[in-house]
């Protein structure tokens, strides 16, 4: 049912993602109570949390998933509604913006999309984009501008391979909207992070019109300047980069082992991606899972470095998330649904300095 490295807006085409989403709303007094119960001096894990009947609401949870509170919720009333799409904190902490579903196209085979961002405590719901195009954000490291994939047809708009999606710039006041990457049919540009020191960017870039020659999307891990200058190819055949909070490492998944496959539609499978870490140039990369036939993705680290946070796909939909020391030990799950009705997505650490830090886990009391 869902193929992992489509766009946000084709993911939502084939999963009907605009039904999987309900409208939301911001409700300060119901979240502030709510917000009340999660500890602002620990560290925090924001997460798109999907069910069945469909809905779609962002949580943050504490970095041990116990203890949860709703930030963006399903009011079942006309409004914004939540994409299955990472959300990103902003380098303070104070805001986060996300992929919100705001109408479906009459003749187009994907939902309508833009970027919002709202408060951390659920209040100052804005929408930042009006393209109907726009997903997947990540704040600049000043916090001054955030970048964005958008979705564009170039060709027959049903076609799958006539997707593109180039990186975009917008001021954090929606102003100043500026392309980095170019507009080529097929090739899809997603966000990764940005480098600490805010110079380069790292992003999946997914062939999509390999689709109808060798019946799969082709995936690497590209660096770019903040300018669209330099680009270079970091890793082939990965994707999901983040950037550790010191630079030097950059966490992303691949598939390269082939040891375990993955069922993705009714007669449709594909190799697993395991979670990886490098060195920020592309060398010396490491493998921290072993999972076979969980497909992991989406990975975040900690505000300290010491941890990541990812994604965890079993077949369908992905269903849990999990965490792991960033030397590979104490992995365990830290939010799931036994039952299959609920299913978590986007992972995004909260950045900042926590009074107590998630610190390196204990394997003997982690879980």
């Given at each position: 049912m869902r193929r992992r490295y489509l766009p946000w807006a084709v993911l939502g085409s084939v999963l009907v993602a605009g039904c999987i989403a309900v409208?939301?709303?911001?409700?300060?007094?119901?979240?502030?109570?709510?917000?009340?119960?999660?500890?602002?001096?620990?560290?925090?894990?924001?997460?798109?949390?999907?069910?069945?009947?469909?809905s779609s609401e962002i949580i943050v949870m504490d970095s041990s998933g116990r203890q949860r509170h709703i930030l963006v919720h399903a009011a079942g009333r006309r409004g914004v509604r939540v994409a299955v799409a990472p959300p990103a904190w902003s380098p303070d902490g104070r805001w986060l913006a996300f992929t919100g579903v705001v109408d479906r196209h009459s003749k187009r085979i994907e939902p309508s999309t833009d970027i919002f961002v709202v408060r951390a405590d659920g209040s100052g719901l804005r929408r930042l984009t009006r393209t109907g195009s726009a997903g997947e954000p990540v704040w600049s490291p000043r916090g001054r501008t955030i970048v964005f994939a958008e979705l564009t047809h170039v060709g027959n708009p049903n076609v799958v391979t006539s997707f593109a999606a180039p990186l975009m710039r917008v001021n954090r006041d929606g102003k100043d909207v500026r392309r980095l990457t170019p507009l080529v049919r097929g090739q899809v540009d997603r966000l990764g992070s940005f480098s600490p020191d805010g110079k380069r960017l790292v992003f999946t870039r997914s062939n999509v019109g390999a689709l109808a020659y060798t019946g799969r999307i082709e995936t690497s891990i590209e660096a770019i300047g903040v300018d669209g200058s330099g680009l270079r190819q970091l890793v082939a055949g990965g994707s999901d980069p983040a950037y550790s909070p010191d630079g030097r490492r950059i966490a992303f998944v691949t598939n390269r082992d082939h040891d375990g496959t993955i069922r993705t539609g009714e007669d449709e499978s594909q190799y697993a991606n395991e979670l990886y870490v490098m060195n920020a140039d592309g060398t010396g990369a490491g493998r921290l899972t072993h999972s076979?036939?969980?497909?992991?993705?989406?990975?975040?680290?900690?505000?300290?470095?010491?941890?990541?946070?990812?994604?965890?796909?079993?077949?369908?939909?992905?269903?849990?998330?999990?965490?792991?020391?960033?030397?590979?030990?104490?992995?365990?799950?830290?939010?799931?649904?036994?039952?299959?009705?609920?299913?978590?997505?986007?992972?995004?650490?909260?950045?900042?300095?926590?009074?107590?830090?998630?610190?390196?886990?204990?394997?003997?009391?982690?879980?």
């Open positions: 409208a939301i709303r911001s409700d300060t007094g119901a979240m502030g109570a709510a917000l009340a119960s999660l500890r602002p001096d620990e560290s925090q894990i924001a997460v798109v949390r999907s069910g069945n009947p469909p076979s036939e969980l497909d992991e993705l989406e990975p975040t680290w900690s505000p300290d470095g010491t941890r990541i946070a990812y994604a965890r796909q079993a077949e369908g939909f992905t269903k849990t998330i999990a965490v792991i020391n960033a030397d590979g030990s104490c992995g365990h799950e830290i939010a799931g649904d036994p039952t299959g009705d609920v299913w978590f997505t986007g992972p995004s650490w909260r950045p900042g300095r926590p009074r107590v830090p998630a610190g390196a886990m204990n394997c003997s009391t982690a879980g």
